[in-house]
């Protein structure tokens, strides 16, 4: 990459990572990547699904090619100590969508300024990805209607793999994600006196108990699932019964099959302790964010290994498993009837994996360093840019034609 637009991504990156902002909020990261792609002459529409930006350049005949980064930062007070560390009290990209900003905005300069190719490069800046909204915003503000179907769609996550090197998966990549939340109903009363009531307290409690048993008992041991009760409220004071309890759950699957399985056994063992408990009410289980599991297409993902095993050499274009983390980027494939690719930017100081030669080493360091979402997760901004702005570039071109 020419050296000018590095340094140019580079102060992107740290102006983008010092002044994050929360899901649906992205107006200034927005405006900022829509002036961007107008100076690289793309066809600009902005507050798509909100903030949401869509990019197009079109050349001619040829087949199409969408490029998508998420724009939003989370709710966590940055303790990286970096020079660029956010300005913004409460609110980090502590799970790299500024890289994913930057790395989309290189790629667009670069395929703007490469005149060896023809057809459609879409680019799609999406708001809201950490509350699994933004894609669905975006689908439901006519997606479909103001790009044109995509031969492929692609993007990337950055993570603590060592920078300089890629992770791809074909089949399942990321989790589905399902949140629900599930409210109990008892009856009130004195703490001295249980016989009246309907204890809300102890049906929370055995409903947490028995859910632990869907995977244990329910999932075939080839298969994977995940269910984690993630807060229990009920009550306020030692000697008042309270009258309903809430718990919020989520499940992570990779199989639509084990999803439905996984999702039907909650319902019905939250229906069910209520009953053994005698609730007067039945029990209210409602969904409140989904996202589907990430699968990446056979055939797209091939191609894609190639054309990222040139950027990087084949060697480190690694297989990272199945991520348990989740990530809305396939109701945009889904909405657009796609196939989709989607894999992992490595962004951890490669010094951090010094002497670490066999894919065990590097799994026990990767288990060592700060995740995503972390405070202290800190991507090293090079090489992780050049390469993630290389890999969207030569992704892309493996479809637009020559
Ligand atoms: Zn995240
Ligand atoms: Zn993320």
């Known amino acids: 990459m020419d050296a000018s637009l590095l340094a140019r991504l580079t102060d992107t990156y740290r102006d983008l990572h010092a002044h994050p902002e929360l899901s649906g909020q992205e107006v200034r990261t927005a405006a900022l990547a829509a002036t961007w792609l107008r100076e690289n002459g793309f066809d600009v529409t902005e507050g798509v699904g909100g903030t949401g930006v869509l990019g197009l350049l079109r050349r001619g005949e040829g087949p199409a090619v969408l490029l998508r980064a998420d724009m939003d930062a989370l709710p966590v007070a940055e303790e990286t100590g970096l020079a660029w560390a956010s300005e913004v009290a409460g609110v980090m990209h502590a799970c790299g969508h500024d890289v994913h900003v930057t ?44 790009v044109p179907r995509p031969d492929v769609v692609l993007g990337q996550h950055v993570a603590p793999l ?119 009410r039945e029990p209210e289980v409602d969904p409140t964010e989904s996202a589907p599991a990430v699968v990446n297409d056979a055939a797209a993902t091939e191609r894609v290994r190639s054309a990222l095993a040139g950027v990087v050499g084949a060697g480190r274009v690694v297989e990272p498993g199945p991520v348990t983390g989740s990530e809305d980027v396939g109701v945009l494939a889904q909405a657009l009837g796609a196939p989709l690719v989607f894999w992992l930017l490595g962004g951890a100081d490669p010094a951090a994996f010094a002497g670490a030669s066999t894919p065990e080493e590097l799994v026990r360091v990767v288990g060592t360093l700060p995740s995503n979402h972390s405070p202290h997760f800190a991507p090293v901004p090079d090489p992780t840019l050049s390469v993630g702005v290389a890999a969207l570039v030569a992704g892309a071109r493996a479809w637009l034609s020559a």
Not at 124 to 131: N, R
């Open 162 to 280: 060592p920078a300089g090197m890629l992770g791809l998966r074909a089949g399942a990549a990321f989790a589905a994600s399902d949140s629900l939340r599930v409210t109990l109903w008892g009856r009130g009363g004195h703490g001295s006196r249980p016989e009246t009531t309907v204890d809300p307290v102890v049906m929370a409690a055995a409903t947490v108990l028995r859910l632990q048993g869907i995977v244990a008992r329910e999932v075939a041991g080839t298969q994977t699932a995940v269910v984690t009760v993630g807060a229990v409220h009920a009550g306020s004071a030692p000697n008042i019964i309270p009258d309903h309890a809430e718990l919020l759950v989520n499940v992570r699957t990779y199989d639509e099959a084990v999803r439905e399985r996984v999702l039907g056994a909650v319902s019905r063992i939250v229906h069910a302790e209520a009953a053994a408990s005698g609730a007067p």
């Open 103 to 146: 790395c989309l905005l290189g790629a667009a300069s670069e395929l703007a300024a490469d005149p060896a190719w023809s057809g459609t490069l879409v680019l799609l800046l999406q708001p809201a990805e950490e509350t699994v909204s933004g894609a669905r915003a975006m689908v439901a503000d006519d997606l479909a209607g103001r």
